[in-house]
């Protein structure tokens, strides 16, 4: 099976301007789940959809977002780059579900877009 | 509020030493406990979860509930091993998904 991609693997903004990634899970899975990861703060939770569904949201600012398509492709946006926006994003895919609970198995890393906010 | 510790972020032993990563967490309610492996140019992974009970790589995970703690251990360190550790640990109930707190990570250095 091929693995998460994401894309851009790079790319450089300048504060006050938008970026779009995009990730593609592994074939099949159907959540998605977005990380950020920084130096200073580590890797923390922005969000995750199952489903084109956003099930969980982490303590970020509304200038994040995401949707995931019917195919399960997912996209984030952040809105009015700032500074401290500058990391290493990570995407997640996982297919396992369990019952009646949306149980997860093991998640499956992209190799991440790194953005630099000038 | 959920939080994991991983109290060292660097760890240097010598090649057939025993290993052990600290992990240290805080959560209300019954946790799943992970660790996650990222060698060298690699992504991150996987490399096991408390509810497996399995070795992987030689390396084990025992969750300690009283003293709220995951340590990852392996009696012999190989140069293999080094790499960039992550603890994460996930809230178990029916909204939990995918949403993982990790730990700061803890950079393992096996010396030959």
């Known amino acids: 099976k091929a693995g998460v991609t994401q894309t851009p693997r790079y790319l450089i903004k300048t504060r006050g301007q938008q970026v779009t990634l995009s990730c593609s899970p592994i074939s099949g899975h159907r959540s998605v789940s977005w990380y950020q990861q920084t130096p200073g703060q580590g890797l923390q939770f922005l969000f995750e959809?199952?489903?084109?569904?956003?099930?969980n949201k982490g303590n970020f600012p509304g200038r994040f977002s995401g949707r995931q398509f019917s195919n399960s492709r997912s996209e984030m946006n952040v809105s009015t780059l700032e500074l401290g926006d500058s990391a290493l994003y990570l995407c997640?895919?996982?297919?396992?579900?369990?019952?009646?609970?949306?149980?997860?198995?093991?998640?499956?890393f992209g190799e991440g877009s790194r953005l630099t906010v000038l | 509020a959920q939080r994991v510790t991983q109290p060292e972020k660097l760890l240097s032993v010598f090649k057939g030493a025993p290993v052990e990563l600290k992990c240290n967490y805080s959560?209300?309610?019954?946790?799943?406990l992970f660790w996650y492996v990222q060698y060298s140019r690699q992504r991150l992974q996987l490399l096991l979860r408390?509810?497996s009970r399995e070795s992987i790589k030689g390396f084990t995970a025992d969750l300690n509930k009283g003293e709220t703690s995951f340590h990852l251990k392996k009696p012999f360190a190989q140069e293999e091993d080094s790499a960039m550790y992550y603890c994460?640990?996930?809230?178990?109930?029916?909204?939990?998904?995918?949403?993982?707190?990790f730990g700061g990570g803890t950079r393992l250095m096996v010396k030959p």
């Open positions: 959809y199952f489903s084109e569904t956003q099930r």
């Open positions: 994460a640990l996930r809230g178990l109930n029916n909204n939990a998904g995918n949403m993982l707190t």
């Open positions: 997640a895919s996982s297919g396992r579900t369990s019952g009646r609970t949306l149980n997860t198995g093991e998640l499956f």
């Open positions: 959560y209300s309610g019954s946790p799943e």
């Open positions: 408390h509810i």
